[in-house]
């Protein structure tokens, strides 16, 4: 349905320039077969055409100007679409290719009992690491198709952040206070499936690109007007300023697919940002008031659980 839609748009636009152009030709065949016409009245209508033909090629050098920024866009797409394809391919070949060196080995060869646990351990996290891959391109390609209605809950956002840090720590292999937590209880009204899926794409994404020696901070406050606050902070190299929209968007990752040292499809961040806006709330990036890094900060319709001060704890990172 979104390409029909994405196509509908230059496919129209370019209809109409082809109808312009030709009533633009034909009407300027009559216009000079009028001016070549010495009556008055003819004259007169020619006048009167002139101004018609003046909008009509207007018109069309806006369709042509239009037309020029879809073609770009759709470029640009094109080159996110390809990158996303290599790096979907990769992501696919070297978990693939990872567990069957080991099965062939364990096939053909006698392997310790202790190589055995290994060999099983390192299949798991590849199974784990196809199964985060799969996920992801479920969770973009639902965002597209039209959803039923989903009944909104309210949802209990400290717990559910809680169990976004411990399974994201899990998946990587590293300690549980690699993620720090911060949490104030607060009350969301929203689908419970999705804010899980918007914490833990970003939590995933701070551990990933966190500093050698990986730090996270997780805060959950109350803000103003009904709103509530949370952020995620990590001490990696951070993003640069005019590069923090464009990360939004699908496919997008920075720099090019076979340099990356980190794997990724550039859906994460997209799939957070459309949830958020579904949710009727903000994400957006800062810098942290310490050292380097990235704070993504998500602000969504809210409340608190318990009475707070009226001059509410602000984040320090």
């Known amino acids: 349905m979104s390409a029909r839609r994405s196509l509908s748009l230059p496919i129209t636009l370019a209809i109409v320039m082809i109808v312009l152009l030709v009533v633009l030709t034909i009407g300027w065949v009559v216009l000079a077969v009028f001016g070549a016409l010495k009556d ?12 018609i033909g003046t909008t009509f090629i207007l018109l069309l050098l806006v369709g042509v100007v239009l037309y020029l920024v879809l073609s770009i866009k759709a470029i640009n797409l094109t080159r996110r679409q390809s990158n996303f ?17 080991y099965l062939q080995t364990l096939s053909r060869h006698q392997v310790s ?9 390192f299949m798991l996290e590849d199974l784990e690491r196809l199964d985060h891959l799969i ?3 479920l969770d973009a390609g639902r965002l597209d198709a039209d959803r039923p209605k ?30 720090r937590l911060d949490l104030q209880p607060c009350v969301v009204p929203g689908r419970r499936l999705d ?23 997780v805060g959950l406050r109350p803000g103003a007007a009904g709103q509530i606050v949370a952020r995620i902070a990590d001490n990696g190299r951070g993003i640069p300023h005019h590069l923090r929209r464009k990360i939004f968007g699908r496919f997008v990752r920075l720099g090019l697919e076979l340099e990356r040292e980190k794997p990724g499809t550039g859906l994460g961040l997209y799939i957070a940002r459309t949830l958020v806006h579904r949710h009727r709330g903000r994400i957006r990036v800062r810098d942290p008031e310490h050292g380097p890094g990235t704070v993504f900060e998500v602000q969504l319709p809210g409340k ?8 509410p704890e602000v984040f320090t990172y």
């Not at 008055?40 to 101004?51: F, I, M, N």
């Open 195 to 217: 804010l899980d899926i918007i914490f833990r794409n970003l939590i995933d994404n701070a551990v990933k690109y966190a500093g050698a020696e990986p730090r996270v901070e």
């Open 85 to 101: 394809i290599d790096s979907v391919t990769h992501e696919l070949k070297s978990p693939i290719a990872s567990m069957k060196l």
């Open 135 to 137: 996920n992801q391109m």
């Open 150 to 179: 989903e009944e909104v809950e309210d949802v209990e956002l400290a717990p559910l952040l809680n169990d976004c840090a411990a399974a994201v720590c899990m998946s990587y292999r590293v300690p549980a206070d690699t993620v």
């Open 113 to 121: 009992q202790q190589m055995q646990a290994d060999f099983h351990r």
């Open 304 to 311: 608190a659980q318990s009475p707070l001060p009226t001059n």
């Open 40 to 51: 008055a009245d003819l004259s007169a209508v020619y006048w009167a055409l002139l101004p």
